[in-house]
C-alpha cells in the first residue's frame, strides 16, 4: 500500500468513527463473523441431544458396563419357585463389568429401564403395580436362574432383566428399554463409594417375542 493510499484509508476510517453508532458497528462485525463462518464451513454443529439408537447385538458402553442387548421375551415360568404375580418380561443382555470397582444388585438393575407399559409390579416384592419406568427389574444370571448379587470387575455375564406385569393387562409386543450410566463417587449420605447418577445414553425399541405355549 502506497502512502497516499494509506492516508485516504485513515481519513475515510475517521470518517467512519464520526458517523456510525457503536450498535451500526457491532451489527457490521456480526455479519462479517456470520459471512466468514459460511465461507469456512459454518458455524460449529451443536452436539445432539438425548440418548443414541440402541441396537439389539450391538456392544454398547454406559459406564461401568460393556454391554449388548439380545432380545426381550414373555416368559410364564421363571422356575425361581413361588407363585407368580403376573407374567414375566425378560430382556436377554450381556454385560462387562470395565471398571475397578464392583457393581452391587440394585445398582446393576438400574443399568435397564423398560419403558411404556402399565400395570408392572414396583419390585421384587409386593402388589404395588404402575408405569414400567417406575419399576426395578430381577437382575438373573441366565445359565441358573440365580440373581446377580454382584458384577466384579472385568468379569463378563449374560443375565436377564426380568420385570413382572399383572395378567390384566394387554400383553405387550414391543418395549422401549433404555440403558442409563453411572458415576462413581462418594455418597452424601455416609462418604461410601458406590454407582450414583444414573443417566440414559440409549434407548431402542425392541419386540417382545411371546412365551412358549403350554
Not at 502512502?3 to 475517521?14: I, K, T
Not at 404395588?128 to 458384577?151: H, R, Y
Amino acid at each position: 500500500m502506497t502512502r497516499a493510499a494509506d492516508d485516504r484509508l485513515r481519513r475515510w476510517l475517521l470518517r467512519w468513527s464520526r458517523t456510525v453508532t457503536l450498535r451500526q458497528t457491532l451489527l457490521a462485525i456480526a455479519a462479517v463473523a456470520v459471512l466468514a463462518s459460511g465461507l469456512f464451513g459454518g458455524l460449529a454443529t451443536a452436539t445432539p441431544e438425548g440418548p443414541a439408537e440402541l441396537e439389539v447385538g450391538r456392544t454398547i458402553h454406559a459406564e461401568p458396563f460393556d454391554l449388548s442387548i439380545e432380545r426381550a421375551r414373555q416368559v410364564d415360568d421363571l422356575g425361581l419357585g413361588g407363585e407368580p404375580r403376573g407374567r414375566s418380561i425378560a430382556v436377554v443382555a450381556k454385560l462387562t463389568n470395565t471398571s475397578d470397582h464392583p457393581v452391587y444388585g440394585s445398582q446393576i438393575g438400574r443399568t435397564l429401564q423398560l419403558r411404556g407399559l402399565d400395570g408392572v409390579y414396583r419390585g421384587a416384592s409386593g402388589d404395588e403395580t404402575g408405569p414400567s419406568e417406575q419399576a426395578t427389574p430381577q437382575v438373573l444370571v441366565l445359565a441358573d436362574a440365580s440373581i446377580l448379587g454382584t458384577a466384579a470387575p472385568g468379569l463378563e455375564y449374560e443375565v436377564a432383566f426380568v420385570w413382572e406385569q399383572a395378567e390384566s393387562e394387554p400383553v405387550p409386543t414391543r418395549a422401549t428399554v433404555a440403558v442409563a450410566a453411572h458415576t462413581w463417587r462418594k455418597s452424601r449420605l455416609d462418604d461410601q463409594f458406590l454407582w450414583f447418577d444414573p443417566v440414559v445414553t440409549h434407548s431402542g425399541d425392541l419386540a417382545v417375542e411371546p412365551g412358549r405355549e403350554s
